[in-house]
C-alpha cells in the first residue's frame, strides 16, 4: 500500500496522480518538468472546500446583509436584503452561475455589501467569520470543512516542486484571509474575483479602501485563464475543478507544452457531503472527450473532511 496520499484509496485515480508527478519530476523522464514550469492551479468552491447548500462567502454575505437591514430596516425592500433576514438560502442559490443564475448580479451583492470599508477591516471581518461561523449540516467550523485528499495533493505537490495556486470564481480577499492557515498556499497565490480598490490618504498614511463594482473579468469560465496570465504569467501543467466554471482552466492546463493532469472533482457522496451534478455537465462531457482524470468523492477518498 502507498504511503503516497494516504487519505486516498487504492484506485486508478491516485495511481494517474503518482505517476504523473514522478514522471516531471524525474530528470531522465522524457516528461521532464522544470521546476519553474510546475505550476498547478486549482478551484476552490467545490473543489477544495464545501460548496453547498451555498458558496462559504455567500454565507459571509448574509450575515453582512441582516446586520446591514437590522441597522436600516427600509433595505429589507430590496430582494437580497429580505432573503438574507429570512434565512432564504433559494435565492441566493438561484443566482449561482453553475444553475443559471447572473454571477455579476451576485459578484456585486457579493462586493458591494463591503463597499466604503477598509481592506484592512474587511480581512478582519472575513477571518472573524471563518473562525467562528458552522455549517448549517455539518456543524463544523466552514474553514473546517476543506477536502482533506485535496489538501494532502497540495502538500503532495509542494513537496514535489509544484508551486500550487488556487483559482477561484469567489472573492480573491476573502480565501486569503485564511489560505496559508488551511492549505498552506501563501495569498499572493489565491486568484479570484475582484473587487474595486482605491487608496485614500488619512492621518495615518495610505489606506486601501474597498470601492463599488467589480474587476473584470469574474474569475470563472472563460475568465480563469485570463487571470492565470495576469496574475502568474504562466501556463499550468496541472489543474484541478469540479464545475463548468472551471472547464477553460482545465483545457488550458494541457496548452502548456509540457505533460499534462487534469483533474474533475465529482460530487457523488450524499452521506459524507452531498451528491450533485449540476453546472458541471458540460465538464463532464469534456473530461470524457479531453482524457480528464475523474475524480470520484465516493471511490477515490479515504475521508472528505477529516483526516
Partial sequence: MSEILTLWNETSAKKTIIDYVNSITNPESANFVPETERIAILDNDGTMWVEK???????????????MAEADPTLLSQPHFKAAAMGDFTYFSRLDPHAGGDVKKLMK??????????????????????????????????RDLTYKPMVELVHYLGDNGVKVFL?????????????EEIYKIPRERVIGSNVAFETRMT?????????????????DGA??????ELHIGRKPI?????????????????????RSLSLLLRHDDAEREYAYNGGSEKALQMAKERGWIMVSMKDDWKAVFKD
Fill in 53 to 67: 447548500p451555498v458558496y462559504v462567502q455567500v454565507f459571509f454575505i448574509i450575515d453582512r446583509l441582516k446586520q
Fill in 109 to 142: 451583492i457579493v462586493f458591494d455589501s463591503h463597499a466604503g470599508m477598509s481592506q484592512d477591516d474587511f480581512m478582519l471581518m472575513a477571518k472573524e467569520f471563518l473562525d467562528t461561523a458552522k455549517h448549517p449540516r455539518f456543524g463544523m467550523l466552514y
Fill in 167 to 179: 483559482a477561484s470564481g469567489g472573492g480573491m480577499s476573502f480565501i486569503r484571509t485564511v489560505s
Fill in 203 to 219: 492621518d495615518e498614511g495610505p489606506v486601501v479602501f474597498r470601492r463599488r463594482g467589480l474587476v473584470d473579468p469574474i474569475d
Fill in 223 to 228: 475568465g480563469k485563464p485570463v487571470n492565470i
Fill in 238 to 258: 496541472l489543474a484541478a475543478g469540479n464545475s463548468d466554471g472551471d472547464l477553460h482552466m482545465l483545457w488550458l492546463a494541457q496548452k502548456s507544452g509540457y
